[in-house]
């Protein structure tokens, strides 16, 4: 997995930064003179997963998708949140982190990361998303997650949730709908599931977080293996 993340005007003599990353590491390369420099991502005290994708919607950060699930926001070469760590495990209206399989699919929207406070309230989400730095997650399960990138009260980064779509419910019903690949343009998703499958979502019609979350619980309280 590899992308470009955008220029910083923190540190401006990297740009165009690099950063691949896949078996246990992150690593950010840029262009130093004639030659290539690199530095391997710190992990800090959160897991060295397996990383299975990557994105990056502003100047300097980038997300990190996981084997187990995980995302993780990075700057400056660490890993400075873990978006898990922020919501419950259970669909509410508080908030709940959908991903518990590998996060397969990531796809950012460019934006701008605006300050907001840390409730997860609809409508505070909302204004403003528009401009916003968005990330698009979808996972091996089908589960697929809008998020957006912003700054609490004491300026560290976080990731808010801002809708779900769930591929099992989408019609007609995909063969294997596994996540394998996400694009957005202009309003428009464009899902590729391991079933072969290419699905087109407009954004305006993908649930509230509250219709999703309300669909999701009564689709685990059917199933007797989930978690």
Known sequence: ?????????????????IVTAGERHVTFWWRLGQNVSSQRGLFGKEECDTIMSVASGSSGVCVTGSYKGTLLIWHNFKAVSNVKNHYGDMPNEVGWYPHNSPI?????????????????????????LSTSSRYITGDKEGLVAIWRLVLNKN???????????????????????SVRSVTERDGTILLGTLGCEIYEVFLD???????????????????????
Do not use: C, Y
């Not at 300026?155 to 709908?177: A, F, G, H, Y």
């Open 104 to 128: 397969q699919a990531m796809w950012a929207i460019l934006g701008t990361v605006d300050v907001m406070n840390e409730s997860n309230e609809s409508q505070e989400l909302i204004e403003g």
């Open 1 to 17: 997995t590899a992308i470009i993340i955008p220029s910083s005007t923190e540190t401006p003599i990297l740009e165009n930064l």
């Open 205 to 227: 019609n993908i649930p509230s977080l509250e219709e999703s979350f309300e669909v999701l619980k009564n689709k685990m309280s059917l199933s007797p293996h989930h978690p």
């Open 155 to 177: 300026w560290e980064l976080r990731l808010k949730l801002v809708s779900l779509l769930d591929v099992n419910l989408l019609l007609p019903q995909s063969l294997s709908p």
